[in-house]
């Protein structure tokens, strides 16, 4: 239920500004000395004291907007400060600040091996350099090409050249952003290693409660395994139960993602609640004694975040299990709190933990879908009313379905670019094969290994995760399932909350006013979504992608492209690199193309290395024996070199009279950095593409 007046949830008021102060820090993390900060932040907390202690003096019960106004200030600073201090990056000692030939670091997560590489984030604690030990700080994403590091595990010590790279920004055109999705995890280095690289000097000097955790959860991922044949039903299961998902596989994520079940897949509140439910069962006896109630909620909230722990302190399971704890503490001393302030203190604890949960995707939609869910579902409940018993149970759960698809639609449109149509059948039909394979893999794990009555139990779970597979992966493929290739600007997904939010306020208490604000951001949604379409079918353009080795250059007329490149649209460097791009400029018909082919279409035709597209040409140079057959000084507007050319810059010139040299990942690091003098000596215009951002070249 919507709360009447902001007095029934003053946690999530004063949440407000805290989490301003942490938005305008991440923007702003490097432009302000937190020195002036914190004296600000000191300085407005002794007024706000002295203010209190003379309320009654001053007679400040006439100017209450005044001790408003300076918690909203103090907050506000308190979270932009807790930003700053937070960042591994603005340390004097981040061990990027120091040199050395060695580095020592400490695992401090659980190393995950795919594809034959293995992967893990690990604290930088010291630096070497000519014997010298310096204390460091900071965190570093290794990975390791080795079999033997296998055996590697949380809270083991290596030895590592000091040899890192900063994280690489994304080069393409709505490419995703790795180096700020890692930037916002505190990592901003990476290094790359190969077998004989690392010296292990300890092992197991981690906290020993995680290790603990992590140890007991391999034992239980093993038990799973043992019992269980079908890789994807294990994956899932592991996942859903435990959450370790080092053994799902692409299709299995995408079914989920694509049918609106992700949430299935990551360990959260319906995990916590099941096992909230079976102690609450399993421990009520102690109510009957004196302190029973004060043991039961001690005993409850120390399995719950050993679960927590368990499952590697996932952000969602954070966030319920201080809920639970919270409610647990009311209950135990006859408290009421509304649920909304729950979720506030939970957020609160959580980003004072860590700020940088805020730019977290499942942290957004995590706290997103259970707001929604807390205040819209009953307005969604009210819509139909049903005199049948089972009737009404069936669409209360469709009425929490629709309000949290509602209100997380503006995030996954945003960061996922796709809406599952089919949310409400995909969410039905998993609700009850999910809550059996909790019971049922909770049980499993609990019990003795028994041979028979083991193997039975794991039989109906691995079943029952095939039938919710093979069930979401039809629903996946059945026609207009889902909408895809959503682009949304920032403006548009604020304007899209402001729709939802002021609609269900509007159906609740009925203000004209809302719905006016409504109708306008309506309106203003409809205008952006409508210039952008014009902007893009009007619009021409060529796109030169950095594929590091590979080739691509895009042609975009409108909404009809042709790529030119060596990969297929399966491969994944063009669903990562390419695609994105096509997607973002609404691009409805693609066409690919070899570099080598010949192309005869209404907007471009392609000879050999010569292409004509509206009013550019471009030559292909990249070697072939054509490249030689040319009339002398071909006039092009680009060129385009690639694939290694045993040729020099005074040979193109020429050869050619062009406006622009476009050089490709392909070409060696030497001969880049040759072609690049020449080009500045003669003052040519020009581009390299090797570890830069791409080229977008406008035609009219």
Not at 33 to 40: C, H, I, M, Q, S
Not at 522 to 530: A, D, G, N, T, Y
Not at 600 to 626: C, V
């Amino acid at each position: 239920m919507i709360p009447n007046h902001k007095g029934e949830i003053p946690v999530v008021i004063l949440l407000t500004p805290f989490l301003l102060g942490i938005i305008l820090g991440h923007t702003q993390l490097f432009g302000v000395d937190v020195k002036w900060l914190l004296v600000a932040f000191f300085a407005l907390s002794l007024v706000f004291t002295f203010l209190n202690l003379n309320f009654g003096r001053l007679k400040l019960y006439k100017n209450r907007w005044l001790g408003g106004i300076l918690i909203f200030a103090i907050l506000f600073l308190f979270g932009w400060i807790n930003v700053i201090r937070y960042s591994e990056l603005s340390k004097n000692d981040h061990f990027s600040k120091k040199t050395g030939q060695y580095i020592v670091v400490k695992i401090n997560n659980e190393p995950t091996l795919k594809n034959g590489l293995l992967r893990f984030t690990a604290n930088v604690e010291a630096t070497i350099n000519n014997g010298q030990k310096s204390t460091t700080s900071g965190t570093l994403l290794i990975t390791i090409k080795d079999s033997t590091a296998k055996s590697l595990s949380y809270g083991d010590e290596l030895l590592i050249p000091a040899k890192y790279n900063a994280i690489d920004p994304p080069f393409n055109p709505a490419e995703f952003n790795y180096k700020k999705y890692l930037a916002d995890k505190n990592i901003f280095y990476q290094a790359f290693l190969y077998p004989k690289q690392f010296a292990l000097l300890n092992t197991n000097i981690g906290n020993a409660s995680i290790a603990n955790s992590l140890r007991l959860r391999r034992q239980l991922v093993e038990k799973l395994k043992s019992n269980m044949t079908d890789t994807g039903a294990f994956a899932v299961a592991s996942t859903l139960i435990l959450g370790y998902k080092a053994d799902l596989s692409e299709n299995i994520l995408q079914a989920y993602s694509k049918t609106g079940t992700v949430y299935v897949l990551s360990v959260s509140g319906s995990q916590v609640a099941i096992i909230y439910l079976l102690l609450t069962f399993a421990l009520g006896f102690l109510n009957r004694y004196k302190y029973g109630r004060l043991v039961r909620a001690i005993i409850i909230i120390s399995i719950l975040w050993y679960y927590a722990m368990l499952t590697g302190f996932s952000l969602a399971i954070c966030r319920v299990s201080v809920m639970v704890s919270l409610v647990i503490i009311g209950k135990t001393f006859s408290r009421y709190i509304n649920t909304l302030n729950l979720l506030a203190v939970s957020a609160f604890v959580l980003l004072l933990y860590d700020p940088f949960f805020i730019t977290d995707v499942g942290f957004q939609l995590s706290f997103i879908a259970v707001s929604g869910l807390i205040m819209f579902q009953p307005v969604v409940y009210k819509w139909l009313k049903f005199k049948n018993k089972w009737a009404d149970k069936l669409w209360a759960v469709c009425s929490v379905s629709i309000a949290v698809q509602v209100v997380i639609f503006p995030i996954s449109a945003l960061y996922f670019h796709q809406l599952p149509v089919c949310f409400l059948i995909s969410n039905l039909f998993v609700t009850i094969p999910a809550a059996l394979v909790m019971y049922l893999g909770i049980f499993y794990l609990l019990m003795p290994q028994i041979p028979v009555v083991s193997k039975s139990i794991a039989f109906v779970l691995e079943k029952t995760i095939q039938l919710m597979n093979k069930g979401l992966a039809i629903i996946e493929h059945t026609p207009y399932s889902g909408i895809n290739k959503i682009w949304l600007t920032t403006s548009e997904y604020i304007l899209l909350y402001i729709i939802i939010i002021g609609l269900f306020c509007f159906l609740y208490n009925k203000k004209s006013w809302l719905l006016k604000l409504c109708l306008l951001c309506i309106l203003l949604f409809c205008i952006s979504i409508s210039l952008k379409k014009i902007y893009f079918q009007q619009s021409n353009d060529i796109a030169w992608l950095n594929l590091k080795k590979h080739k691509g250059i895009v042609f975009r007329m409108g909404r009809d492209a042709i790529v030119l490149t060596d990969i297929k649209n399966t491969d994944k460097t063009y669903l990562y690199s390419i695609q994105p791009y096509l997607d973002s400029c609404q691009v409805t018909h693609t066409t690919v193309y070899n570099l080598t082919a010949d192309i005869k279409t209404p907007y471009l035709m392609k000879k050999y290395g010569l292409i004509e597209f509206l009013n550019n040409r471009i030559f292909i140079f990249d070697g072939h024996a054509e490249n030689n057959m040319l009339p002398s000084k071909l006039k092009t507007d680009y060129i385009y070199f690639t694939n290694y050319p045993d040729t020099h810059l005074n040979e193109i010139n020429a050869a050619f009279d062009y406006k622009m040299l476009v050089v490709d990942g392909s070409n060696s690091d030497k001969l880049i950095a040759e072609i690049e003098k020449g080009c500045k000596n003669n003052c040519i215009n020009y581009k390299i593409l090797k570890r830069n951002n791409s080229l977008i070249s406008v035609s009219n």
